[in-house]
């Protein structure tokens, strides 16, 4: 027979599990919501080079400041890419641990590999590359 503190502890437990899982459910399906859009994953595939300024992010684009700004915003809120103030400027570093729980996800079904980041940088380069006409405003 199980003690109350047995039985409190394996409801926990469970409730725990369940949050998890809620947890992980949402943050993939704003990774994923993410990475739907082909404007935002050129925003990666530029910051797979460096860290770098709004502006210059928003320079290849025919689109106003605003919109690259929303973009950026979603990129953030799903933990692919930090933003941080220095001085006047804004600048945008990619943040590539954000994908690892979307791979391991994908991993689960044992259909796909590991993912290779260096596999991963050159499938966004060439998607880049490929996508000659830029975006226009969303």
Do not use: Y
């Amino acid at each position: 027979m199980m003690s109350r503190a047995g039985i409190f502890n394996h409801l926990v437990d469970d409730r725990v599990r369940a949050w998890d899982s809620q947890a992980m459910a949402a943050h993939l399906d704003t990774v994923f919501a993410a990475l739907a859009d082909p404007t935002r994953r050129a925003i990666l595939a530029m910051l797979l080079e460096d860290d770098m300024a709004v502006t210059d992010v928003a320079e290849p684009f025919q689109m106003s400041l605003t919109a690259i700004s929303k973009h950026l915003g979603i990129l953030a809120d799903a933990g692919l890419i930090s933003r941080e103030k220095r001085g006047r400027v804004i600048w945008c570093k990619l943040e590539p641990d954000a994908m690892r729980a979307a791979s391991v996800w994908m991993q689960g079904f044992g259909q796909f590999e590991p993912v290779d980041l260096d596999a991963f940088e050159r499938f966004l380069e060439g998607e880049l590359e490929a996508t000659s006409e830029v975006p226009s405003e969303p």
